[in-house]
């Protein structure tokens, strides 16, 4: 089992970045693939990028791709997704999730563990 903590939220204009961190206890962390996800108020919860367990691969949406990139580091056990050229509509609370099983990648009921949720607000 491995616990998640999401950081890194906050407000920020539009047009702006955020780096956001994920840090995991537990069983070893390069046993996982790793995503985010994020639900805007009274909206579905949305794949945003997902890494494979090497970080060799990563998965965006086409509403982030060119934007956002996923990294990790396996030695301190926390993924990192990086938000640039931020827009209004990227408003939602981020999770961070970890999955072991084979599956879709952007299929959020394939990821077996979650954190709590960070917030990111942004203003335009």
């Known amino acids: 089992q491995v616990q998640l903590v999401e950081s890194g939220g906050g407000l920020v204009q539009a047009g702006g970045s955020l780096r956001l961190s994920c840090a995991a206890s537990?069983?070893?962390?390069?046993?996982?693939?790793m995503g985010w996800f994020r639900q805007a108020p009274g909206k579905e919860r949305e794949f945003v990028a997902a890494?494979?367990?090497?970080?060799?691969?990563?998965y965006y949406p086409d509403s982030v791709k060119g934007r956002f990139t996923i990294s990790r580091d396996n030695a301190k056990a926390t993924v990192y997704p990086q938000m640039n050229s931020l827009k209004p509509e990227d408003t939602a609370v981020y999770y961070c999730?970890?999955?072991?099983?084979?599956?879709?990648?952007?299929?959020?009921?394939?990821?077996?563990?979650w954190g709590q949720g960070t917030q990111v607000t942004v203003s335009s």
């Open positions: 890494i494979s367990r090497s970080g060799d691969s990563t």
């Open positions: 999730a970890a999955r072991t099983v084979l599956g879709m990648i952007g299929a959020g009921s394939f990821y077996q563990y």
């Open positions: 537990g069983r070893t962390f390069s046993s996982y693939t």
